[in-house]
């Protein structure tokens, strides 16, 4: 991989609840030791101060949390702005300051009530329901449940919506923006990964749609929005009809594609859900009670995708060199060889000249996957981003990059 020829560098952002947030930032810290810089802002500020050249991001693809982070990036705030939101925010909730408190930073610290905002009424639907006429459902305790528990989730994004409209980006535009910004979204109603961004128009297909009525702050709040935590965010369309959305990694935990569909030649992927592999230190999950063993069962699967999707790519890759070579090896037309190669992109959506670098936390870090997801402590927030920090570093240099 020669860094230097690359034309157009794109960062993808997964979720993970604060937690991927924070590993996220450890990582762009190691990308900036390294020389990169993150363009962001309006048009005129992102024309002014950056030009274009080796190591400038410039496209940001984000879900959940991964949206939150690439959101501020965007926007063009600094790093250290960013961190700064995170400490602050936790600072003010355990000392019982207010939320607007002056700390010296462009960026308005990020609370526990930013995040997490009451589900309003659907509360009170956790009342039984069993007396309320017949139900379409039968069957033991699964019907009971569902019959029963009608709430949508115990927390709203909305506070996160509001924060992204008032603090981070009053525009709330992607179109405002002087660079790139794709937020990824999973339609409630529908079987469809939905991509928020500035789009000539809106496009539906079976399995993926490109949305262009949503505002950033409203992307990002439906983005965030993980069952059963949070319950689904509503956004109205063009013609008017709400439609909902909710966790943005339900159908791809990396949507790395977006950033090579937009020509991007450099795709660094940061994600931070890495199952447990044993360690003495710790021993088995199996003594650690359920939730530790639902965390390592979500993570294994979502490992698995992830591991498919490189795995394809890869697959792709070689099958594109084997043709390469066969046809130079035989002497046969170039041209013949130019169609077939284009065929094969066109079918299979691979991108020639792309190169993906992939981020994630060692398997053996056990602290890391102990670590709370949803916790503002800057003790285990500076952890997990000194965690992010060595991971990117470890990579960067294999690629010497």
């Given at each position: 991989m020669k860094l230097k020829d690359k034309k157009k560098i794109g960062l993808v952002l997964s979720g993970g609840g604060i937690k991927a947030a924070a590993f996220h930032i450890g990582v762009c810290l190691a990308l900036k030791e390294k020389g990169f810089r993150f363009a962001g802002g309006y048009p005129e500020e992102v024309k002014a101060k950056y030009s274009d050249g080796d190591k400038?991001?410039?496209?940001?693809?984000?879900?959940?949390?991964?949206?939150?982070?690439?959101?501020?990036?965007?926007?063009?705030?600094?790093?250290?702005?960013?961190?700064?939101?995170?400490?602050?925010?936790?600072?003010?909730?355990?000392?019982?300051?207010?939320?607007?408190?002056?700390?010296?930073?462009?960026?308005?610290?990020?609370?526990?009530?930013?995040?997490?905002?009451?589900?309003?009424?659907?509360?009170?639907?956790?009342?039984?329901?069993?007396?309320?006429?017949?139900?379409?459902?039968?069957?033991?305790?699964?019907?009971?449940?569902?019959?029963?528990?009608?709430?949508?989730?115990?927390?709203?994004?909305?506070?996160?919506?509001?924060?992204?409209?008032?603090?981070?980006?009053?525009?709330?535009?992607?179109?405002?923006?002087?660079?790139?910004?794709?937020?990824?979204?999973?339609?409630?109603?529908?079987?469809?990964?939905?991509?928020?961004?500035?789009?000539?128009?809106?496009?539906?297909?079976?399995?993926?749609?490109?949305?262009?009525?949503?505002?950033?702050?409203?992307?990002?709040?439906?983005?965030?929005?993980?069952?059963p935590v949070f319950a689904p965010y509503g956004i109205t369309n063009e013609r008017g009809k709400e439609l909902f959305y909710f966790d943005g990694e339900i159908r791809d935990t990396l949507s790395t594609h977006v950033a090579a569909d937009h020509d991007c030649d450099l795709v660094i992927a940061s994600y931070s859900i890495q199952p447990y592999h044993y360690n003495e230190a710790m021993g088995s999950l199996h003594e650690y009670g359920i939730p530790l063993i639902f965390n390592q069962a979500l993570y294994q699967v979502v490992q698995q995708k992830i591991e498919a999707q490189i795995s394809y790519q890869e697959t792709i890759r070689r099958i594109h060199s084997a043709i390469q070579g066969y046809f130079k090896q035989k002497q046969l037309p170039e041209e013949d060889m130019a169609k077939l190669l284009d065929i094969i992109e066109k079918r299979t959506n691979y991108k020639s000249g792309v190169d993906y670098l992939y981020i994630h936390p060692n398997p053996h870090d056990y602290e890391m996957f102990f670590a709370d997801h949803f916790s503002l402590n800057t003790k285990i927030l500076s952890r997990i981003v000194q965690t992010g920090f060595r991971a990117a570093l470890n990579q960067l240099r294999q690629h010497d990059l």
């Open positions: 400038l991001i410039r496209l940001y693809v984000g879900s959940s949390a991964g949206a939150v982070i690439s959101t501020f990036l965007a926007s063009g705030y600094s790093l250290d702005a960013i961190i700064q939101a995170f400490e602050r925010g936790a600072e003010g909730d355990l000392t019982g300051l207010k939320s607007d408190v002056d700390f010296d930073s462009p960026l308005k610290p990020l609370s526990y009530k930013d995040i997490f905002s009451l589900n309003g009424k659907n509360w009170f639907q956790m009342l039984p329901n069993l007396l309320k006429g017949r139900s379409p459902l039968t069957g033991g305790l699964e019907a009971l449940v569902k019959k029963g528990l009608k709430i949508n989730g115990l927390v709203s994004a909305k506070g996160l919506e509001r924060y992204i409209r008032e603090h981070v980006w009053p525009e709330n535009t992607f179109d405002s923006l002087g660079v790139e910004l794709y937020i990824i979204a999973t339609q409630l109603n529908h079987s469809r990964k939905v991509i928020f961004g500035n789009f000539a128009e809106t496009k539906k297909l079976k399995n993926i749609g490109w949305a262009n009525f949503a505002t950033v702050s409203q992307a990002v709040a439906a983005s965030a929005s993980l069952p």
